[in-house]
């Protein structure tokens, strides 16, 4: 389906919770709410949206958190989302803690590919991120992946993490940080896309200390010799890559800010809570939680969500206004959005 600007919408990302196992400061610090499980959309109820959106020319599926593997089963979500008519790929989004135990799983399943939050390989400066000394499952659930052959990014906040205890820094000092280093290392010898996402003025991302990528972008091209766009490669998504001479990965960048890519949007997104959003930066879309909850026949039930799909790809804006934040409309954190 075409939205009101032309952009073809097949890409639905759903969030199944809003609880994690971490608390990283520009997601999800300590003391946070979450909400009771009664509240979640139960997994029928996400296939049946998830179906609706099928119908519309939605053909990929990310599933989303807080953290996906927190809750209970989330495998069979998978499946369910698989065997809907027009759904051609399902992939998860997750922090890897609890990935090498639910990989088997995942993969009998049907997962098409995984993406992994991580922001450092220094011990320390993720326990000090996270609030959590859980690195090495983490990087253990990373080697299984890769031994098993399913496709693997590692998603990171462009964030130099050395500076954390300096309360809302600016970074100007020049150089690139072992954080950083550390995770393009991943790709030298795995196949693997290591992206970097500039952080968003949403929830807590506004008062931490990210890297704008008009700064972090031009330091990394001076730091790799060599490093050239990536043209052949496969893009699905905003990230643009870049090689790096005599690495088996790339390395990417996921620029919301300084390379805004909303003219090439293609996404919608559904909360754990039924709430169908047509854009990250503000508060627009429609509810579905009456419509699932409701007690209508299947066939009302499902020209109803598929309405609802309709008027919430309508009311996709032209861009977002992350650069002029008064205009931010969305106010809860990434965790309770599916971000």
Same mark, same amino acid.
């Given at each position: 389906?075409?939205?009101?600007? +032309?952009?073809?919408?097949?890409?639905?990302?759903?969030? *199944?919770?809003?609880?994690?196992?971490?608390?990283?400061? $520009?997601?999800?610090?300590?003391g946070?709410?979450?909400v009771?499980?009664?509240?979640?959309?139960?997994?029928?109820?996400?296939?049946?949206?998830a +179906?609706?959106?099928?119908?519309?020319?939605?053909?990929? *599926?990310?599933?989303?958190? +807080?953290?996906?593997?927190?809750?209970r089963?989330?495998?069979?979500?998978?499946?369910?989302?698989?065997?809907?008519?027009?759904?051609?790929?399902?992939?998860?989004?997750?922090?890897?803690?609890?990935?090498?135990?639910?990989?088997?799983?995942?993969?009998?399943?049907?997962?098409?590919?995984?993406n992994?939050?991580?922001?450092?390989?220094?011990?320390?400066? $993720?326990?000090?991120?996270?609030?959590s000394d859980?690195?090495?499952?983490?990087?253990?659930?990373?080697?299984?992946?890769?031994?098993?052959?399913?496709?693997?990014?590692?998603?990171?906040?462009?964030?130099?993490?050395?500076?954390?205890?300096?309360?809302?820094?600016? *970074?100007?000092?020049?150089?690139?940080? #072992?954080?950083?280093?550390?995770?393009?290392?991943?790709?030298?010898?795995?196949?693997?896309?290591v992206?970097f996402?500039?952080?968003?003025?949403i929830?807590?991302?506004?008062?931490?200390?990210?890297?704008?990528?008009? *700064?972090?972008?031009?330091?990394?091209? #001076?730091?790799?010799?060599?490093?050239?766009?990536?043209?052949?490669?496969?893009?699905?998504?905003?990230?643009?890559? $870049?090689h790096?001479?005599? $690495?088996?990965?790339?390395?990417?960048?996921?620029?919301?800010?300084?390379?805004?890519?909303?003219?090439?949007?293609?996404?919608?997104?559904?909360?754990?809570?039924?709430?169908?959003?047509?854009?990250l930066?503000?508060?627009?879309?429609?509810?579905?939680?009456?419509?699932?909850?409701? +007690?209508?026949?299947?066939?009302?039930?499902?020209?109803?969500?598929?309405?609802?799909?309709?008027?919430?790809?309508?009311?996709?804006?032209?861009?977002h206004?992350?650069?002029?934040?008064?205009?931010?409309?969305?106010?809860?954190?990434?965790?309770?959005?599916?971000?």
């Amino acid at each position: 389906m075409l939205d009101s600007y +032309g952009r073809k919408i097949d890409y639905l990302r759903i969030s *199944v919770t809003d609880r994690c196992n971490l608390r990283c400061g $520009y997601c999800m610090p300590k003391g946070i709410e979450t909400v009771s499980m009664d509240e979640l959309l139960t997994f029928e109820e996400i296939a049946d949206v998830a +179906g609706a959106a099928a119908k519309l020319g939605i053909t990929k *599926v990310r599933i989303t958190g +807080g953290e996906p593997l927190v809750r209970r089963d989330v495998d069979r979500l998978v499946r369910m989302l698989k065997d809907i008519s027009g759904i051609e790929k399902v992939f998860i989004t997750t922090n890897g803690i609890l990935l090498k135990d639910h990989l088997d799983s995942l993969i009998t399943a049907g997962i098409d590919g995984i993406n992994l939050s991580l922001d450092t390989t220094n011990r320390e400066r $993720y326990r000090m991120l996270t609030g959590s000394d859980r690195l090495d499952d983490v990087l253990l659930g990373m080697e299984s992946v890769l031994l098993r052959g399913i496709p693997l990014k590692i998603n990171a906040v462009s964030a130099d993490l050395s500076k954390l205890e300096e309360k809302n820094r600016k *970074v100007e000092d020049g150089g690139l940080s #072992e954080d950083v280093l550390s995770l393009i290392e991943l790709a030298k010898d795995r196949p693997v896309s290591v992206r970097f996402i500039e952080l968003m003025p949403i929830g807590f991302g506004k008062d931490f200390p990210g890297i704008p990528h008009d *700064v972090f972008i031009p330091r990394i091209k #001076e730091h790799f010799a060599g490093i050239k766009k990536d043209e052949a490669g496969p893009v699905n998504g905003p990230a643009v890559y $870049y090689h790096i001479p005599g $690495y088996k990965g790339r390395i990417g960048f996921i620029s919301a800010i300084h390379g805004k890519f909303c003219d090439g949007c293609n996404r919608i997104r559904l909360t754990s809570m039924g709430f169908l959003k047509s854009c990250l930066c503000y508060n627009t879309g429609v509810s579905v939680s009456k419509i699932l909850k409701g +007690g209508l026949p299947e066939k009302e039930k499902e020209e109803a969500l598929c309405l609802a799909v309709k008027k919430t790809i309508a009311m996709k804006p032209a861009s977002h206004s992350f650069t002029e934040q008064d205009q931010i409309t969305e106010r809860h954190a990434m965790s309770a959005i599916g971000g």
